[in-house]
Structures are given as C-alpha cells and as structure tokens.
C-alpha cells in the first residue's frame, strides 16, 4: 500500500515528519519512505508479550521473561552486557547494537592454518578469528560460461565494517562464453599489524559485463584454525559441513540445476534424510533443526543458508555473544517506537522521519509504503502526517 501526500507546508533540512496511523488488526506493519522503502516497524504485535525494562532516550529494551532484578547502567552498552547473558537471543528492530559488545572475545593459542579445498561459485562471505594478521592463498577458476571478463575481489573487514585490505585476482584472459577452463590461478595476500580479533573476509566475484557469477574459488589456505561461512553459500563439490545451532532453525536449500538432485544426510542433535528431487528443483526447501551441533553430507550444485558452517568440527566458534533473531527473542530492543491502544481497541502507531530520509516524487510529493507481515486482516482509520521543525 502506498501514501501519496502534497504537503502545503514547505520540507526544509530541519523539519521533523511524524506519521501516524490509526488501526485494528493482529499482523505487524512496516512502513518505509519512497524511493528504496527500507522498512521499519510501526507496529510489532509479538511486544504485547514483552516487558519494557529500560529506555536510553528513544530506545526501549524489553525482556520476555522479566525478573525486576537488573543492574542499572548509565549507557546502554553497559547496560546489556551487563544484565543479558551471553548467548541470550535478541530481536533488533529499528537498532542496530555496537559490535564492541556484540563480538565475542575469542582467543586461539597460535596462528594454525586451514586448508578448504571445496570449490565455491560466485561471492562468498566468511567470518574468521585472527591473531596479528592476514595470510591467505586463494584458488580461483573461470567457468567462461558468459561473455565477459572475470575477476575476484578479496576484502578483509573489521566488526564496525571498516575496509582494511582489498586485493584482486585478474580475469583469466578468456572473456568469451566457450567454457574453455585455463589453469586455476593462485594468488597469496598478506596484511600484517592486525588487532586480534573477528574479522569478514569477503571473496567478491566481480561480474563486469556477465549475465552471471562466472567465476569459482577452488581452494582457500588461511593462517587461522577459526573459519566459519556467513550468509548464503554454493558449493559445488561433496562436502560434509559442520555447524552447531543455539535454538530452534530453518535452514534452506535450493537445488538450482539437475546435477544438484540428491539426498541430504544430517546428522547430531536431530538426525533427518531431506531428498532433493526434481520437482524441488529451483525452489527453496525448509528445514526446521532443533538445538545442537551436527554435520551435514551433501553432494553439492546446492545454495544453502540458515546457519554458519565450517568445514572441519575444529574451526567452528561463536563470532557472537548475542543471538540476533527475531523469532521467540528474549529480548527486544526498539528505536523510534510509539504506540498506544485506546479503549475501543484501535492502535495508533507513530514513526518519526527526518527530512534527509525522504526523496520527494516529482519534487513535490511525499510517498509512503506501507506493509502487512502475515495473513490476518487489518482494518484502517486514519493516517495523518504532521511537519514539525526541528
């Protein structure tokens, strides 16, 4: 659903844009602003469940299971380090909490290396513990699949997203789509004077002109025995993985092509046989998992997601204190969030927006977006929008 409003009053770079609707209905609601809607809550249904516990100017922590005995913390740093336990799940909306307490502190006794030989398609994301600094060699392929030149990106990031190290891997010379294969090239890259600690390696196949990812990663080498996968993966080869989950998970597969037919074997805290068939095939399977450590035995040609993996039991590790997830979190933390129910039962939610967050259409209007999470039905009153300077 979208708002379309023509204010009379003129928006300047310090006017306040406070929306308000008024409403019955059981789904959430997100709202967002033209032109990329990047959706926030207006409404959470789920805090109905929840305690407010502590406010550090407009945002508001809220526990599941209050207790009343909390340590009270001038920041709000201090404040979750020292009344949430690690581990603990965490639902973010409209927040995005500070790395320095949501990285774990994990300590390896010396730089041992890891060997990955899998072979990878496309960008893949990976997160590793390092000690003093970076030494890793990288494999890559071109498939030579699509017209165009090929080249890999390996970038190295701190918890705050920081770019400290971008290096690349030239194209293979073959910028045709014969499916000619040249020798893998290899290439090591070096960054010293590193503070031990996590950091994102982001191996980033770069497309150029291609329809597609044309390019593999066949090997990696890396001076650490802490490596674990982040986000979506496609591995090509047979590989057993290894992962460890601290609740309840879906993980998703997606059998992309008919070579990627087949059944996956898992075993650990649950142990379940998913079969791929050709019927799956361009679709994406759940697969819910309890709680536990486990290992998973795939043929490859397979997009996964849903947990962090690694490929040996001894380079799994916790990057983080905290588990951010929205789903049955014992704790919620909430910034710009304002609602109220009346007698009648009909809800106003408010979102407060600055003048930088807007693109006006045609340079004279205001367009919102407005969604429903779920299937229930919800019925609208009244939505104003009020300008105010700041």
Request: glycine residues 8%; without cysteine; negative net charge.
């Amino acid at each position: 659903m979208q708002v379309h409003i023509t204010p009379t009053n003129s928006i300047s770079n310090h006017t306040n844009i406070t929306v308000g609707l008024k409403f019955k209905g059981d789904s959430d609601l997100d709202i967002g602003v033209y032109r990329d809607y990047a959706w926030k809550p207006l409404y959470i249904k789920n805090l109905e469940n929840y305690t407010p516990v502590r406010q550090f100017g407009d945002v508001v922590i809220y526990a599941k299971d209050d207790n009343g005995n909390y340590t009270d913390y001038d920041t709000i740093n201090e404040w979750i380090s020292g009344n949430i336990l690690e581990d603990s799940s965490i639902g973010l909306y409209d927040y995005e909490i500070d790395p320095e307490i949501l990285m774990n502190r994990y300590a390896t006794n010396e730089n041992e290396y890891t060997q990955i030989n899998q072979t990878f398609r496309g960008t893949h994301s990976f997160l590793v513990y390092l000690k003093d600094g970076l030494n890793l060699t990288l494999g890559v392929q071109d498939l030579n699949w699509y017209n165009g030149s090929d080249e890999y990106s390996v970038e190295l990031y701190d918890i705050n997203n920081n770019l400290l190290f971008n290096d690349t891997i030239l194209d293979d010379g073959i910028i045709d789509n014969s499916g000619k294969r040249m020798p893998p090239q290899f290439k090591s890259f070096l960054k010293s004077g590193l503070r031990e600690g996590i950091y994102e390696l982001r191996l980033v196949n770069i497309k150029g002109e291609n329809d597609g990812a044309d390019s593999t990663i066949i090997s990696l080498q890396i001076n650490t025995d802490k490596i674990i996968t982040q986000g979506t993966i496609l591995p090509l080869n047979p590989s057993k993985l290894f992962f460890n989950l601290n609740q309840n998970t879906a993980l998703k597969f997606n059998a992309w092509q008919g070579n990627a037919v087949q059944n996956i074997s898992i075993s650990g805290g649950m142990d379940k046989e998913i079969v791929i068939n050709k019927s799956l095939l361009g679709k994406w399977v759940p697969v819910e998992l309890p709680e536990g450590s486990y290992n998973m035995d795939i043929k490859g040609n397979l997009y996964i997601s849903g947990a962090n993996f690694a490929f040996t039991n001894d380079s799994i590790f916790y990057p983080y204190r905290y588990d951010l997830n929205k789903v049955n979190s014992e704790w919620i933390i909430t910034s710009n969030y304002e609602v109220n129910i009346d007698e009648n039962e009909w809800i106003t939610s408010k979102k407060l927006f600055k003048s930088s967050d807007l693109e006006l259409l045609d340079d004279k209007t205001m367009v919102f977006g407005l969604r429903k999470i779920g299937g229930n039905e919800v019925t609208l009153d009244e939505y104003t929008i009020t300008l105010t300077p700041r």
